[in-house]
């Protein structure tokens, strides 16, 4: 079993810059992939990105990339997701998940974390 606890959202201007933590407890982190997900209101849950369990491979959504950069630490049990010229559109509440393996190609998302809001005001 994995549990994630997810900070750092809160409200931002549009063009500012949040960093989001994802802390994970449960199950040996470096064995699995992590992957960030937003869900707005009146919207389905959306994919924002992920990365694998080492760290070297990252994929992003088109709707951020360039934008927004997803890491982890694996001696800290915790994955980031920094976010850079924030937009209205990014409002939604942020969650983080971990993947049933260690590649995100090849596993799918398994234990979600409560979320965390992001507010961005134009």
């Known amino acids: 079993q994995v549990q994630l606890v997810e900070s750092g959202g809160g409200l931002v201007q549009a063009g500012g810059s949040l960093r989001l933590s994802c802390a994970a407890s449960g199950r040996t982190f470096s064995s699995y992939a992590m992957g960030w997900f937003r869900q707005a209101p009146g919207k389905e849950r959306e994919f924002v990105g992920a990365?694998?369990?080492?760290?070297?491979?990252?994929t992003y959504a088109d709707s951020v990339k360039g934008r927004f950069t997803i890491s982890r630490d694996n001696a800290k049990n915790t994955v980031y997701l920094q976010m850079n010229s924030l937009k209205p559109e990014d409002t939604a509440v942020y969650c983080c998940?971990?993947?049933?393996?260690?590649?995100?190609?090849?596993?799918?998302?398994?234990?979600w974390g409560q979320g965390t809001q992001v507010t961005v005001s134009s």
């Open positions: 998940s971990a993947y049933t393996g260690g590649d995100y190609i090849l596993g799918s998302p398994g234990a």
């Open positions: 990365i694998n369990w080492s760290g070297n491979r990252r």
